[in-house]
């Protein structure tokens, strides 16, 4: 059972970061991020 949820937070957290990473990537073109969509950007 631990190795279950130690799965599914490490599996949250890589989200969390990849999402974090790809907001800064659209910022950096100049764009704004929403609904994991980056508009605006070049």
Do not use: N, P, Q
């Amino acid at each position: 059972m631990r190795t279950l949820i130690l799965i599914a937070i490490a599996f949250a957290a890589g989200m969390v970061y990849e999402h974090s990473r790809e907001a800064e990537r659209c910022v950096d073109r100049a764009g704004v991020l929403a609904d994991l969509l980056c508009k605006g950007g070049k």
